[in-house]
């Protein structure tokens, strides 16, 4: 079995781009990562394309060969959807191809455009990676489960939902007293064109910005790096996917994301890795909230102190362990389909020193990314390390 | 017959005889679960190991049982976790801001939306 290494990635930079098509910018990052990796194009042995919500966005489904044309790639190329873990998805299976030994040289990545469309579209079109008979026909928004979850972890744990209207579970007379419908008075065929107002999304949560991005990773194997002379010293040495039901609801816990737990461990595994040994982390913090579930699962806090970690500087970059030097999902936008490639590229950058924000983990050898699907009914972990 | 989720499995010419005579196509299993939860005789569908789950469904997805039986929904359940939506999709944009709110109602847990005008509920 074969060593994976992260021969060389590229980013668009992050932001509004409503005026480029999707296979002009997936082109852009192609390149760069072509020239990062010093490896062909015509080495390529498949594209693994992570994209969430294209045929809302810009009308195209069908989107892989589009971008293998755009790319200047002829192989075999593969769309990959899990919501938010789309991209993470693509390259965890192009981690397996290579180490499978099917192929040496596989370019694996994603993109996602969103901001040519206004917020209640892009609002729709994100809730439908929630169960749509269920959750969305009953007013679920994305950033409305995610609040579902923050308050639920608020409730169990403490640390935040100190609004008037955050009720506690102990409260006796607030118990059984509530009727609830799955659909709204009306229906769901009612169409509006309401835009979002400047005020939270979704209480507890609080809105902050989404934007769009699309990047690029060369994968190779071990000994294509060696017979090519690569400069290629970060390693893809373990990962992990798991899935959960897709409904909130269903899960086993409203306040934990145990498919990353699971992920996690066997990513963990996989690389023969801790969490103890752990430098610094990716994860995807699409709320707050979101990161404070991530780095418990991934064993970086213990339960219910995820909300105190980077409070008290633990995660921050001078940190322990610093979580999202490249500025995670809030800071530097989520194109959903291309999230969990960004984390991979943005990470093999820190480790190989050459990141903006290397200085604060110069040591590093360990490094995690975490990427989520929806609420976490999709996660997938990889370990990186620095392998020479 | 019917199968556990209640629907006609003979019978698949009927079901679309109905589909046509609405405005919008319906779907099995789950629009006459919202047809007996606006009927106050909501139901969830429960394994012999006791996983409750809801329809259309033919597989326990807790423990993979194919018997799957109905029981009630609890009438009034626990609020697990709610929230108040302030931008919603398209086809909540008259609704906003509203409430959903996740219930124990029993056999399994509702995702919902709190109307005041329930009886017995109110806003969050
Ligand atoms: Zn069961």
Redesign the interface.
Known sequence: MTDVRVAGVGLTRFGSHPDRAGRDLFATAALRAFEDAGVAREDVEALNYGNFMGALAEHQGHQAPLMAEAAGVRCPATRYESACASAGVAVREAVRTVRAGDADVVLAGGMERMTNLP???V??GL?IAADD????R????F??AY???A??YF?AYGGGARGP?A?R?EEPR?????????????????????R??G???????R?LSDHGRRERLVLVSEEYATAHDLDAPVAVTGVGQRTD?L????RAH?ARTPAADDAADAAYAAAGVEAADVDVAEVHDCFTIAEVLAVESLGLADRGEGIAAARDGLTTADGDLPVNLSGGLKAKGHPVGATGGSQIAELTRILRGDHPNSEHVADAEVGVAHNAGGTVASAVVHVLEVAE | MTDRNGEATENVDATEDDADAEDDPRTAGYDEWLDAIEAGDGYALVCPSGHGSLPPRRVCPECGSTTLAREPLSDAGTVETFTVVHVPSPQFADDAPYVTAVVDAGPTRVTGVVRSDDRGGRNG
């Open positions: 917020t209640d579209e609002t729709e809730a008979l269920f959750e969305v009953a007013g679920v928004t950033p409305g609040a579902l979850m308050r639920a409730e209207r009720r579970r607030e118990r059984g007293s509530e009727r609830v419908r799955p659909v709204p008075p009306g229906g769901v065929r009612r169409r509006g064109a309401r979002a107002a005020r939270g999304a979704a209480a507890p949560l809105r039901r409904a909130l609801a269903d409203l």
